[in-house]
Every structure is written in structure tokens, then in C-alpha cells.
């Protein structure tokens, strides 16, 4: 547990219960209103310099078997307003400290008749709201299935939102940008097929929901520490322009089962009229508990490659064999199996890859489809499909375990799971204890494929526990986790930041199903990240897949300078250099971009940005003095204007720019790119041109 | 595993493939015919002795989003037939040696246009039918969905039917006993309330289903080896008096997911003219794999004692406080609780448990309510209910281990789950391995209320494996598992010897909730004890529960002669004394049966037996030369006439016999008994009367 700098805590208690409240934050800049309606129902609104941003919007949620519910009929027993400032180190982090800074109203609601009190807490800082429900332990309400929650975002205006489709099973639609009143007629259109999936509404959406008024407000809705509940959708009521929450049911449509005493997630509204801001936000860490693991020293930010991407475009496979139409793990007998020839993860071919790491100064090697199985992993609803210990006659556990060691590499482990979330807990165990025996020190899970149990869904109550309990059982193993399909992160790599890293959005993989658009990454930031960081897997520098996987037409839409820029762009203490080998060999001038650059900082500086069109931002390594600047623009080219202030004064560093090419685009000319060399220091001014889909990247030495 | 004694298996080829087979059983008095009908149908129908039992009835599968289905356009493709003998012993049973013998056809059928096989396997015994699908490997039936498995029982009359409601949750009802055309009419009468309960049907009745014809012939429908596949009720077409197979669907509906290669489980048709014949019947057993556990040595047959009827009649408490409105394992502090006065589980009357069962020969002592959760055990959907390993401050675990140890007596585990099996499975390994530290041998599991996951039931494919996950589990472990509301069992003890226990009936504790009708364990060995031996808790000598619980007024509805009975006519390897220790301590010369009856047998005869009326057996104790003899009688008083035949010849023996007093009755003097030793040779004769819910136990030793 990371120490407290300053840490302070002003309770106030008031005698006097009014109907209303108001609450305003640190420097006063939002103020939020919190009262009861004539009927009892809670409600509250939030301004940000003096500009309503959420009106008046009613709260509560609504029960099964209970007439009542947990809706209105409530009168204020007792208020609570306080004050608290800490500074917290994070594990790893874009910045070395963070400052939680707040001010806090709980108000205590009694409900007539039922005699029932629940909690509306309220969390007011400089970048934003959030709140949640508490149910204390009272007799009254104990044991309560939620059929719905009822807590409302009514919006000022029809903003132009950034959205992708309400869904229980998947998050790896592209981004729409639109008005909201549009949302509805492109809702069919937004819903791009995926493994597994169900949506519920033409005007249901996601979060971390990223908008902007007409008049330039930047409003983000997410939610924040989604422990032991459903995840959150947004349906909204196109006509008042209303957002209402509605959770991920479960297999009889139930959206949780609640034991008091017990709280909901945070509901988070971050705001302001600087979109850098928005990036800058800390708020969703901030509402999640401090660190629950006492010993860190194991958890370290990770550069690593691996045996994927060629699978991802269909260059080679997970699967061994082609002599069976399904397996049956410990009878299908793989010995007498004749190789398919085209099996990615096998040992002559992973040692390659732990050479290139080592050449190259990468942390570790993940290799996808070492183990037995894969030959029908996946859309059959099977329930024993992996044993994660079990590797294929062709991968050697032992021997590349020595191999990695001799060179210094860490081998990265890979446990898919089709969604089959009964057998992988039944295995975690010992999964858990073969990668402490061989070596592993870090796992990539992933949840392809409706989830069994049959019913439930990727994001339902049910489902979260079981992301939870893996996290927290490889606490007891010392094991890093980065969950592909699972829940969308809420800041929980506070509390556990053994969760080093979450898909949870379209991954670079879909550029190799069809492509993203090339914006894809410019919104991002705004959404996904702000619960977490991403294990986006950037680093393609071939975009015309077809050159080595002949029958994959897709293209990469990205230009070459752009993939480089996400590694500063998409903040993640995991990053991966997805592409072949080869492919890298080709340009090793750009790939020295990927060697150099950092993983895990001190300091990070937003330059630019507009959510869709443009992020520029300026990282300083940890521990060093050295910044890594990134850039990455959305279709229209564009020239980035930064200042290099943020230098230390007097200083003159080495900058090598790395740029597209004045022909580069990512349809047409993706691979042109410059590299320059420039000595800079905190009065140099900087002018760069991205191309469409493009962007730049920069490291920056100091000068010895 | 068994050596086999005698084994032969012979083969024979059909080259020519006709559309009708027919199969006769080894002695000849079984005749069964299989057919397609003109559209490509699978049927079959069964003769015994000349007469219809079945007649022609429908075979196949629905499937779910498949046109065709497994239903029609079949054609034979191959036909074999093979004869079977074998004797095996089993671990623990009823007799020492088991003979398997039977002929065998096995249709192979290819089904026009889609070109998918499916194998159905008849296997025809002296005492009756089983028959399951086959699913081979191959290219066109790989994965699929049950939507329903149309496996017909066309009955040849309106037989008379013991029978319990078509259930997704319970097999917890008193047995019903009509004509089957009055099913529908009683069925709503028929469905008693229960702690989780979900039917489908007013003619759906679940197996083993046991009838009698208008000319006498027996007829019981269950099935064996009941294993990755959903459990079979039965729906009556009561016009036509043809039952149709209804499986048990999972959260979605669908009935299961199957993957080839693999089988159903054995549907059976046990056929007599003679009751006593049904009782006898090893074919369950028989159509089950042989033992899979290869040192059995720690499998061993038990007798025990234990805290659990004082709870059952609210005499005592499973919980330990209430303080609580509810329980979150881990947080809430128990030490600083107030004792709710009543808890049972507590060491010293723990120890009283001990010293009783050391005392009286018994070999352990189960003890509910031991471990922190009871407070909100049940019916909350409470996922982490129970950790199965945290005492309750006034249960010390070590001590009395080293107690139970020092005076010769095991102690029985006990993990209830509530029906939250993710929970069970969880903690697992961590508690067997807890009862391996504390020299737990044996573990009692409980499913009481509602499945986790939700939407599942008792009896759905999922759940059925986690039964037999735990079974398996176990085996890793060298722990004997008798699960309450479990699934009812298969035969399944065969394979896993280590499965000594199973409710999954109405057992005695019905007794203390309004009772059980006085022939409930006449019906018991007919139906619920087809599958295997059952955890019944007999043994109950005071009648009048309210006398030592002022407020349950239920009262046990059997005499205690009966009661000394079943420890005989229910056969199973685990035999507990279910009563409180003062009731025991009232009765010492009564008790003294429980003392000296066997739990594990050499042999077994049926005397006498009429479904519902009376039932009358003698047992050989294994490795001995005494025998037991116990007669349950249903509500009409009745005269045993019996034979002692089965002793040796020549040989003189001392009976004792444990009989109704001549004004005994269930109702109203139910304690009325009387005991007598004589000495027996093979030529007794013994007429003893029974009274209504009464019976007689009878222990003969020879002497020497």
C-alpha cells in the first residue's frame, strides 16, 4: 500500500434537514443540487460554471416483488457534508502521484411505510460528480433484487455524442459520432457483427459515453469501482433527451441480487470545456478504494510480443491439428495427430520470438494457442474446452521456460476461455500454479463467445464476480492479469493493480477483420481509457495484410507514424509491438521508437485534444528525464502545434521525431514516414503535419 | 477395481440389414422389437412372458434450430447383436457379487439427406430393458442442442402408478398412488410446497416410476448413468397412455448441449410379475461403467449419529446468533456476537455425540451447523454463503478431532451450499483438504433452496456435473460423499463406490414438517431406491416431536418396530440413528438393533412385496453368518408369513425379534413394542403381524 502525502478529512454534521442541498466543489467551479420532489423521489442537477449540465434528474432504483421500490415516498432523516485532500501514489501510473481532492454530501433518505434508508453519496470534485447508492445494514432492507436502477442523466441540449450500441455481451463495436437525436436511426447500422452479442435498444449506449454541447461543454458519463454489481448501459429518452441507467441482466433477466449493507458503482459525470482536461481526469481512479495488496514489488509495466497477430490475420493458427471435429480434452489423443503445418506456437518458432525480445530489449513473449484445444474453441457453448496446463506436442513448456530465462525474456501466459467461466475457475488453481512453476508472471484471459453459464452475459453481476475473484486469486499466485472480453474497467487497477490491462473495446485485431475507423483512435482516450488502460496492441507497420496472409484482404487504417504515437496516445502499463518480426525488420529505424519508448511515467502532459479529430500528449519516463510526445489525428490532416514548456528550463535535449510523410496517408501511402533529429528545449515550438489517419511521435533525451 | 469373475462378450454381425430386429433376453422371457416405420421412425416395443409392456413406441431427438432434428428419415445401416456375462463385486451393496448378463442389439442409423449417424444400443436383461442413444464421431453431427428427447413408453393399460410430480427442483413429494388417467387430477393436490420447487406439467411424473398393470405385471421406467446430460422427467399422453420423455432445461430452455462422441444416459424398463423381482434388480447398477477408482480401501460402509434432528424439529439451531440481519462471511465478527443460546453445534454437546457413538459402536458422529453463515443460509440467492471452513466460535474443530480420534469415532463433514454450486466449487479443494487435516472421512452436501447460477434447476445438465465434479473431486481427496438434494441417483455408485449417500427423495425430516404418509417406505425401495441406496435417517423413537419441541406439532407417522425396520428394507451402505440421544436412552432394548444391524450385505432376499403395502427382506451381514430381517407394512395391519430358508441347513441360530405390539398403531400408539428371542433353523416358519405404518426387524445370530 502506497503511502498517503496529505490526507485530510473535515466532517461536517447538520442539525437542520432541509428538502434540498447544494454542494459545490473544491474551487467551485461545479455546483450540485440535490433534493426530493413533492412525491419524494431524489433527485439532483449539476453546473459547471454556472452552465446546467445535468438537470434535474430523478434517482432510485426499482425492485422485484416490491410495489414500492426504492423510488420516492422518501423524506431527508440526516445530511452529511465533509471535505477530503489526499495525494496517493499509484503502482504505475501516467502520473508518479495523484491528488484526490473533494467534497462530499451523503444524504440519508427514510422511506414512508417501509421504514427503509438508503444513502445518496455524493462526491464533488474539480473535474467532475460522482455518486452512488449505499444500503446500510438496517432491518428493514436486507436481502433485494434490483429489477432496474432508475438514476437519470437528462442532458441541457442534443449533444454530439460518441457512442457505441448498448450490448450485454460485447464492446467491440467502432464509435459512432453523431447528434443524439440521431443515435436511434444509426443504432442498427452501429451494430457491426461480433461473437457474441445482444443489445436491447435503438437508443441504448454504452460508457464511458463521451459528448460535447453545442456550446463547447465536454461531458463524459461513466461509472466507477463496479464490484459485485451489473454494469451499466444508458438508455436514452431521444425526445426529452434523457439518459436513464440500465444494467446487464441476468439469466432471468434480474439485474442484481443485493445484500445490505452494500453500495452501487460509482456514477460519474466528468466535465469541463478543455477536452484535455477530460483526458487529464483522475476522478474514476479517485472513487475506487486504495491499494489492497500489500507487497507490490512483483507488479511492473510490461513491453512485450508475441505469437498473435499472424494468427489474427489468419497467417498461421492456434489450432494443431485438422484431424478432429471436436476434442474431448485428456481422450483425443494429439500424439498420433497429424500437424496442420500452419500451428503459430510452436517451439522453434517461439524461440525466434524470444531471440527478437531479447535483441530488442522487450520484457516478455506472449504465445496465443499453446495449449490443447483450439481446434473447436470456440461457438459451441462447450464446457470443459481448456484445461490451461496441457500444451500441444509442438510447444515445449520446459524447454522455452529455459530458453526465456537464458535471454532474459519472460514468457507471457495465454488462457482463453471461450466464456466457459465454470471451467476456468475449476482450473485456476492449478493454471495459476503451472505459470509460477514455469516462469509465467503474467496472464492474458479472454472471454470469446457467449458466456457459460448459459443466460448470463459478459457484464452481468454474476459474470463481474467472476473477472473479480480471477483478479484477486492472482493476487495469491503473484500474477499479473490482462483481461481481453471482459467488463469495461471503472478504475478498479486502484485497488488491484495486479489488473494491469483490459481489452474491453475494438482492439487493433479488428484491423484485420475489416478495419477501424481511422479515428478509432483519437476517441478511444475518451472513452474506454477512462476507466483503465488498454491493451490495444499498436505497432503494425504493415497495413496491407494480404502481403503476407493472402487471403485477408483487410487494411490497416493507420499510417505507420500513428501506430507509434499510440504508445504514448493510449496510456497503458502493457503495451504490446503486435506485428511479425519480419515486419519490423523491415523498418528498424521506426522501430527503434518502440525499443525507446517508456511504459510507465511520472508525468503527463495533454497538448491537444478534441475527442474524434486530435490528441497530442507529452509523457516523462519514470525515473528518468526523458519525454515521449504522441500524436494521433483523425481523418482530416492536420497540423499539431506544441510547445515544448513542460522541459526543464536550461536544459537542451535530443528530440527525434518521428513523422508522416507530406504523402502519407493511411489508405493511400500509410508506410511514408520521416525521422528527423532536432535539439530542443522548453521555449521550442513545434509545427507538425499528420496526415488522415495519421499522427507523429517524438522521444526526447536529454543532452549529457 | 473388481476382478471380473467370469466375462464373455460375444459378437455376431449382421451382414443383412432388414428394417425390423428383434431381441430376446438370455432366459427368454423378454422380447423386444425394434422397427422403423415407413417415414423413417425409430420404434421399439417390449413383450414379457407374451405380454405388451410397451407397446410400439416412438425413439429420437428434438433438436433446437435444426429442421430435421434425430427424429425421422432414418434408415438402418448396420445392426449388430452380442451376448454379455459377467460377474462383479462391488464395493459395498446389497449382495456380494452381481451377475451381468444380457444380449445386446446395436442399430446403427443414418438419416437420409443430412448423412448423420446415431447408434441406438439395446441391451435386454432377465429383468428388463435398457436402452440409450449413441452419437458417434463424425463430420455431420459434431455439436448440438436438445430441444427435447422424444423417447416414448407407450403403456399397454391404465396401470396404477406410484407416483410424484414432474419436477425441475424438488423429488421432495409424498408419493401418490392412482390410476395413471388420474394423474392430471391430482397432480396440483399432488405438489406439496418445497424450498425450491418448478413444475412443468399436471401429467408430468418423474422416475423411477413404479406401476402395476390390471394383470399384474410390474413395471418400473427410470434410467442409469446419468452422466453430462440433462435428468429425465416423464409426461403422461393420458389419452393414450403413452409417456413421453421430458428433460430438464437449463436458464435458456434448452435441454442440453451435446457433443459426439458421446451417449444418453440408459432409459430402463424393469419388468416382473413378481415385486419382489423389482426390488432385486441389479440392471441399474449393471448398465453402469465398472468401478473407476482403483483403491476402493478407504471406501467403507458407515453408521453414525449426529447433531441434525434437533434442528430439523427446531429443537436447536444450524445458526449461532441473532444479532445478524445478515452474513458477509469475513467481515462479520462473530466473536463479538451474543449467542443465541441454541446453537447445536457446540463442542460439549458435540462431545455428548461422540461419547454416545463411542459408547454404542457407531462410527461417526455429523455435525450440522458447525461453520459461520447459517444466519441467512437459505433462500436469499445468496451467492457466498458459506466458506466451508470457518467454525462458529463455540465449534472447535481441533479439539474435537483429537477427541472423536481418542475415542475410536470419525466425525462426518457437513457442507450445506445452499444451492450456490460456483460458491461450492470455489472452495473446494480448500475444504477437502480441511477435512483430510481433520480427519473428516466422509462429507455430507446439501443443496437446499434455488440453483446458483440462476435460472438453472436441481436437475439440468450443468448441475448434474457439478454433482459429478464434486463425486470426482472427492475421489483426488479419498472422501465418501452423501449428497442431499442432489440429483437422484443412477446407478452411478457403481462407477464412483466413493458416492455412499444420496437423498433426493422425501426422507425423514419430513417427519417434523406435517409427516409423511405411513407407507412412504414401502413405495421407497420401488422407486427412489432403484437408482442406488439413499441417506434415509431412520431410526426415530419418539413419535410426538412436540414433547422435546414444544412448537412443531408434527408428528413421525410410523411405529418404532418400523423404524427399526428400515434399517434393513432401505438398503444403504451409510445408516444413520437419527433420533436425539434421550430418545435413545428410553429405549436401550430397542435400540440395541440399531446397535447390532449391519450396513454392508452378502446377501439379500426379498420375502414379500406389494408397492405401497409391505415389504419384507433378509439381509446376510458381509463376513458373517447373521442375518437381519426387516418388514415395513403400509396403513392396513397385516400378517408376515415368511420362511426362514436362507439359513444354513443344520445350523441353529437365536432370533431376536423387534415387533409391534398387538395394539401398536402409527397414529396412535406408535411405541408399542415388543421383543422376543427364539431359536431358528432353515425350517422356521415366522407369522408375525405388523401394524398400520408398522413393521417388524428381526437379528439372528448363529450359535455357536
Redesign the interface.
Known amino acids: 500500500m502506497k503511502k498517503l502525502f496529505l490526507a485530510s478529512f473535515i466532517l461536517f454534521a447538520f442539525s437542520s434537514i432541509a428538502t434540498a442541498q447544494q454542494l459545490k466543489s473544491p474551487q467551485g467551479e461545479f455546483e450540485m443540487n440535490f433534493s426530493l420532489t413533492s412525491d419524494g423521489t431524489p433527485t439532483y442537477s449539476l453546473k459547471y460554471k454556472n452552465k446546467e449540465v445535468v438537470k434535474t434528474s430523478k434517482l432510485g432504483l426499482e425492485l422485484k416483488n416490491d410495489k414500492k421500490s426504492l423510488l420516492n415516498d422518501f423524506t431527508i432523516v440526516d445530511s452529511k457534508t465533509a471535505t477530503f485532500d489526499e495525494t496517493w501514489k499509484p503502482v504505475w501510473g501516467e502520473v508518479a502521484q495523484i491528488r484526490n481532492h473533494y467534497n462530499e454530501l451523503a444524504v440519508t433518505l427514510n422511506q414512508k411505510g417501509t421504514d427503509r434508508k438508503i444513502v445518496i453519496r455524493f462526491r464533488l470534485f474539480d473535474d467532475g460528480l460522482g455518486f452512488r447508492y449505499e444500503f446500510p445494514?438496517?432491518?428493514n432492507l436486507?436481502?433485494f433484487?434490483i429489477k432496474e436502477e432508475r438514476t437519470q442523466f437528462a442532458m441541457a441540449g442534443n449533444h454530439t455524442a460518441h457512442w457505441i450500441s448498448g450490448d450485454y455481451d460485447t464492446q467491440e463495436y467502432d464509435y459512432t459520432t453523431s447528434k443524439l437525436s440521431e443515435i436511434r436511426n444509426l443504432s442498427s447500422k452501429a451494430r457491426s457483427e461480433n461473437a457474441s452479442q445482444e443489445g436491447f435498444s435503438d437508443t441504448g449506449v454504452q460508457t464511458s459515453l463521451m459528448m460535447k454541447s453545442n456550446d463547447g461543454i465536454y461531458i463524459n458519463l461513466h461509472e466507477a469501482a463496479l464490484i459485485n454489481y451489473s454494469c451499466m448501459n444508458l438508455n436514452l429518452d431521444d425526445k426529452k433527451m434523457i439518459f436513464e441507467s440500465h444494467l446487464t441482466p441476468?439469466?432471468?433477466g434480474?439485474k442484481g441480487?443485493i445484500?445490505?449493507?452494500s453500495t452501487s458503482p460509482w456514477r460519474t459525470v466528468i466535465v469541463s470545456d478543455d477536452a484535455r482536461e477530460i483526458l487529464d481526469s483522475k476522478m474514476t481512479l479517485n472513487l475506487n478504494d486504495p491499494c489492497k495488496i500489500e507487497d507490490t514489488s512483483w507488479i511492473k509495466p510490461v513491453k512485450y510480443v508475441g505469437v498473435w497477430w499472424e494468427m489474427i490475420t489468419n497467417k498461421s493458427t492456434w489450432s494443431y491439428t485438422n484431424d478432429f471435429?471436436?476434442i474431448?480434452l485428456g481422450i483425443t489423443d494429439y500424439s498420433k495427430a497429424k500437424p496442420n503445418g500452419t500451428h503459430g506456437a510452436n517451439t522453434a518458432h517461439v524461440k525466434e520470438y524470444i531471440d527478437f525480445a531479447s535483441k530488442h530489449g522487450f520484457d516478455g513473449v506472449l504465445v496465443e494457442g499453446w495449449n490443447q484445444g483450439w481446434e473447436?474453441w470456440f461457438g459451441?457453448?462447450?464446457?470443459y474446452v481448456f484445461d490451461f496446463v496441457t500444451p500441444y506436442p509442438d510447444f515445449d513448456v520446459k524447454d522455452l521456460h529455459e530458453y526465456a530465462k537464458s535471454k532474459g525474456v519472460k514468457m507471457i501466459m495465454h488462457h482463453e476461455t471461450s466464456g466457459s467461466t465454470?471451467n476456468y475457475?475449476?482450473h485456476l488453481?492449478k493454471a495459476f500454479k503451472f505459470m509460477n512453476d514455469n516462469g509465467y508472471e503474467a496472464v492474458k484471459t479472454g472471454y470469446v463467445g457467449p458466456i457459460?453459464?448459459?443466460?448470463?452475459h459478459h457484464y452481468s453481476q454474476?459474470i463481474i464476480?467472476h473477472y473479480q475473484?480471477v483478479i484477486e486469486k492472482a493476487v495469491d499466485y503473484k500474477i499479473m492479469v490482462n483481461a481481453h472480453e471482459a467488463v469495461r474497467p471503472t478504475g478498479i487497477c486502484r485497488t488491484y493493480p495486479n489488473m494491469i490491462g483490459n481489452e474491453a473495446a475494438r482492439g487493433t485485431e479488428f484491423q484485420a477483420f475489416g478495419g477501424s475507423k481511422p479515428n478509432h483512435v483519437t476517441i478511444l482516450p475518451f472513452t474506454r481509457l477512462i476507466g483503465g488502460p488498454m491493451d490495444y496492441t499498436p505497432g503494425i507497420f504493415e497495413m496491407n495484410i494480404q502481403k503476407f496472409s493472402p487471403t485477408n484482404t483487410s487494411k490497416v487504417n493507420s499510417t505507420l507514424a500513428n501506430q507509434l504515437a499510440l504508445y504514448v496516445t493510449m496510456y497503458s502499463p502493457l503495451q504490446m509491438a503486435a506485428d511479425l518480426i519480419e515486419n519490423y525488420n523491415q523498418f528498424p529505424d521506426a522501430f527503434q521508437f518502440i525499443k525507446d519508448v517508456a511504459v510507465d511515467w511520472s508525468e503527463s502532459k495533454y497538448l491537444e485534444a478534441e475527442p474524434g479529430d486530435y490528441i497530442t500528449v507529452a509523457r516523462k519516463a519514470k525515473g528518468t528525464n526523458n519525454w515521449f510526445i504522441g500524436n494521433v489525428n483523425g481523418e482530416t490532416p492536420r497540423t499539431s502545434n506544441i510547445t515544448l514548456n513542460f522541459l526543464e528550463k536550461g536544459k537542451k535535449y535530443t528530440a527525434t521525431i518521428y513523422a508522416d510523410a507530406k504523402d502519407a496517408h493511411y489508405k493511400t501511402n500509410p508506410q511514408a514516414y520521416t525521422i528527423r533529429k532536432i535539439t530542443v528545449t522548453s521555449k521550442t515550438k513545434l509545427s507538425q503535419l499528420s496526415a488522415s489517419g495519421g499522427g507523429y511521435a517524438i522521444s526526447i533525451v536529454e543532452n549529457k
Not at 459451441?380 to 464446457?383: F, G, I, L, T
Open positions: 445494514s438496517q432491518k436486507v436481502y433484487v441476468d439469466a432471468k434480474d441480487y445484500q445490505a449493507p471435429p471436436a474431448q473447436d459451441h457453448a462447450k464446457d465454470r475457475e475449476r488453481d457459460l453459464p448459459v443466460g448470463e454474476s464476480n475473484y
